[in-house]
Structures are given as C-alpha cells and as structure tokens.
Nanobody, 119 residues
Framework: QVQLVESGGGSVQAGTSLKLSCTASGRAIRWDIIGWFRQVPGKEREFVAS??????????SYAAFVKGRFAISRDNAENRVLLQMNSLKAEDTALYYC??????????WGQGTQVTVSS
C-alpha cells in the first residue's frame, strides 16, 4: 500500500517562498498522476496543481489562482513530487495535501502540511 507524506510547510511572510514535498513509500509513483490540494477550515478542499507522466511526456495542470507563482515537479530519485510556491499571499494560507489519482478520483491522501502566510 502506497503512503504519502507531505512536508515543507511553515509560517512565512507574504511575498516569500516555500517548497512543499510529497514523499511516497510503499511503491514508486513516477508513473502516477499526483495532485496537490489545499483546504481552509470551513471550506471545501480545492485543487492546486497536478503532474502526470505517460512514458513519453509530462502533463502539468495548475489552478488559475496559482499560475505563474507555483511550480510542480518530480524528483524520481527520491520518489516525491515537489511544489515550489513563490510570491506567497495571505490567501494561500491553508493545509496542503497531496494524493494519487486513480481513475477519476484522488486517493491515498497524506496528512497535510500547514502553510501560513502573514501579510
């Protein structure tokens, strides 16, 4: 059974950067579609970014609100997916999760890593 662990969150000032890591154990995730999501208390979890690999090319998607500021990437040697977050805003404050897409759903959610951005 694959397990995902998120790390890299913290409390930062607006305009600075953080790099989140989603590290997998149990099996390799290099061929999986991995998604990053975030959730604020009282609100639904929302999609942030995803990365996939079909053996030929990489496919990446971003939510409109992070385009140009966040970058998702893979580190296959460490069996993880990274989320580089730049120019952070107070509204980026949330609990960030990663998950593996299976079929049309995301599963194997990690426990999340908290990002707090103060203005």
């Amino acid at each position: 059974q694959v397990q995902l662990v998120e790390s890299g969150g913290g409390s930062v000032q607006a305009g600075t950067s953080l790099k989140l890591s989603c590290t997998a154990s149990g099996r390799a995730i290099r061929w999986d579609i991995i998604g990053w999501f975030r959730q604020v208390p009282g609100k639904e979890r929302e999609f942030v970014a995803s990365i996939g690999w079909n053996g030929v090319s990489t496919s990446i998607s971003y939510a409109a609100f992070v385009k140009g500021r966040f970058a998702i990437s893979r580190d296959n040697a460490e069996n993880r997916v990274l989320l580089q977050m730049n120019s952070l805003k107070a509204e980026d404050t949330a609990l960030y999760y990663c998950a593996i897409r299976t079929g049309s759903e995301y599963n194997f959610w990690g426990q999340g890593t908290q990002v707090t951005v103060s203005s």
